[in-house]
């Protein structure tokens, strides 16, 4: 028994629809359907016998139920999954090209002190199916060619099915999309950093440090109090040895707590010599947290202690500010809009 045909990989498709007593290259369609972004009832290639019979197995498909456009170009997609559960996906236009931003779980249960993905906890995992349908169905609208799994929810714990995500996306047959063009990004979770370590991709992983020492890292990361800063550098070094890939590490930058020239000289000296990269971002208020970003001196204050140790460093421009496209925002504005109503 099968639970989701949009996750099944290539093969798996194959197989089914073989049990199914049905022609192989509709396994090819629908795997390419899929990966242009169309769920069963939109697809044009199939009979509608054929859709019937399948629609037991859909439980992937997605339905974009809102989309605002920032004046930057941030594109911020709002969808609502097969149980009535909304996700977000952002689409952010760079020079290089298009990043999506997608999600991995529903809310998040890392419990970072600043970020309004888990202020209600995790409901549940995302499927890989519903991962990819995020990139495929933001791919009609504009062409992807980066994803970044940096939206809600930690990838890392949902890991089968990220890994699962991960092969599918980057089959030729489907949406193609090469593993030097995918970023992962984690709160630290070191056991799974390093099981991915093991399988050797070329993704670029991301680690969210937000803090160089323990004390300052457990008061804005619970996750720290399991694995704190120096665990999490180890694996990171473990990770590049194994892959050779650069890790990239983001730092969130918040008035007064962990912005100090001292802070980023403790950073500095941690990440010497380390194949890496800081990514330094004032921190998005959220109205719930009461933590307010660095000013611009700070900022770059503490951009230049880093480069002046020789640290990769850059501060990433914010986009999407206008229409509250980060972290979890709109997500659960939709989810406070829906609780005033039943009120
Ligand atoms: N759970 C993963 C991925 C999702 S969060 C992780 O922790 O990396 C994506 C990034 O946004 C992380 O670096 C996270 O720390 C950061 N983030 C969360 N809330 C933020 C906020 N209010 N302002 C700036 N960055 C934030």
Same mark, same amino acid.
């Given at each position: 028994?099968? *639970?989701?045909?949009?996750?099944?990989? %290539? *093969?798996?498709?194959?197989?089914?629809?073989?049990?199914?007593?049905?022609?192989?290259?509709?396994?090819?369609?629908?795997?390419?359907? %899929?990966?242009?972004?169309?769920?069963? &009832?939109?697809?044009? @290639?199939?009979?509608?016998?054929?859709?019937?019979?399948?629609?037991? %197995?859909?439980?992937?498909?997605? /339905?974009?139920?809102?989309?605002?456009?920032?004046?930057?170009?941030?594109?911020? %997609?709002?969808?609502?999954?097969?149980?009535?559960?909304?996700?977000?996906?952002?689409?952010?236009?760079?020079?290089?090209?298009?990043?999506?931003?997608? &999600?991995?779980?529903?809310?998040?249960?890392?419990?970072?002190?600043?970020?309004? &993905?888990?202020?209600?906890?995790?409901?549940?995992?995302?499927?890989?199916?519903?991962?990819?349908?995020?990139?495929?169905?933001?791919?009609?609208?504009? !062409?992807?060619?980066?994803?970044?799994?940096?939206?809600?929810?930690?990838?890392?714990?949902?890991?089968?099915? =990220?890994?699962?995500? =991960?092969?599918?996306?980057?089959?030729?047959?489907?949406?193609?999309?090469?593993?030097?063009?995918?970023?992962?990004?984690?709160?630290?979770?070191?056991?799974?950093?390093?099981?991915?370590?093991?399988?050797?991709?070329?993704?670029?992983?991301?680690?969210?440090?937000?803090?160089?020492?323990?004390?300052?890292?457990?008061?804005?990361?619970?996750?720290?109090? !399991?694995?704190?800063? /120096?665990?999490?550098?180890?694996?990171?070094?473990?990770?590049?040895?194994?892959?050779?890939?650069?890790?990239?590490?983001?730092?969130?930058?918040?008035?007064?707590?962990?912005?100090?020239?001292?802070?980023?000289?403790?950073?500095?000296?941690?990440?010497?010599?380390?194949?890496?990269?800081?990514?330094?971002?004032?921190?998005?208020?959220?109205?719930?947290?009461?933590?307010?970003?660095?000013?611009?001196?700070?900022?770059?204050?503490?951009? @230049?202690?880093?480069?002046?140790?020789?640290?990769?460093?850059?501060?990433?421009?914010?986009?999407?500010?206008?229409?509250?496209?980060?972290?979890?925002?709109?997500?659960?504005?939709?989810?406070?809009?829906?609780?005033?109503?039943?009120?």
């Amino acid at each position: 028994m099968i *639970e989701d045909l949009v996750s099944l990989s %290539y *093969e798996e498709l194959s197989d089914f629809i073989k049990e199914q007593g049905e022609a192989s290259y509709r396994a090819e369609q629908i795997f390419r359907n %899929y990966a242009s972004g169309f769920s069963l &009832s939109e697809m044009t @290639d199939i009979g509608k016998n054929l859709k019937e019979k399948l629609s037991l %197995y859909e439980n992937s498909a997605i /339905e974009e139920v809102k989309k605002l456009i920032d004046r930057d170009g941030t594109e911020k %997609y709002l969808f609502r999954l097969r149980d009535g559960n909304y996700i977000e996906t952002v689409l952010m236009r760079y020079k290089h090209g298009n990043s999506v931003c997608i &999600s991995s779980q529903v809310g998040c249960r890392m419990g970072c002190r600043f970020c309004a &993905s888990t202020l209600k906890g995790k409901i549940r995992n995302l499927s890989a199916g519903e991962m990819l349908m995020q990139v495929s169905v933001v791919n009609r609208d504009n !062409k992807v060619s980066n994803i970044v799994i940096m939206g809600v929810g930690e990838p890392l714990d949902n890991y089968d099915n =990220l890994l699962r995500f =991960l092969k599918n996306v980057n089959d030729p047959r489907g949406m193609n999309i090469g593993q030097r063009h995918i970023s992962v990004s984690t709160c630290g979770l070191v056991d799974k950093i390093k099981a991915l370590a093991e399988k050797k991709f070329q993704i670029t992983l991301s680690v969210s440090l937000h803090a160089p020492d323990n004390e300052t890292r457990n008061k804005l990361m619970p996750v720290n109090l !399991k694995y704190g800063v /120096e665990e999490v550098l180890d694996a990171c070094r473990y990770y590049i040895s194994r892959t050779g890939r650069r890790i990239s590490f983001e730092y969130t930058l918040i008035k007064g707590v962990n912005d100090g020239v001292e802070q980023a000289e403790t950073l500095g000296r941690k990440l010497k010599g380390m194949l890496c990269h800081v990514n330094l971002i004032p921190v998005n208020y959220v109205s719930e947290r009461g933590l307010f970003p660095s000013d611009k001196k700070t900022i770059d204050a503490f951009r @230049d202690k880093l480069l002046a140790m020789k640290i990769n460093t850059t501060v990433r421009r914010t986009l999407g500010g206008e229409i509250n496209a980060s972290c979890g925002q709109l997500r659960y504005q939709q989810e406070e809009d829906e609780r005033r109503e039943r009120l």
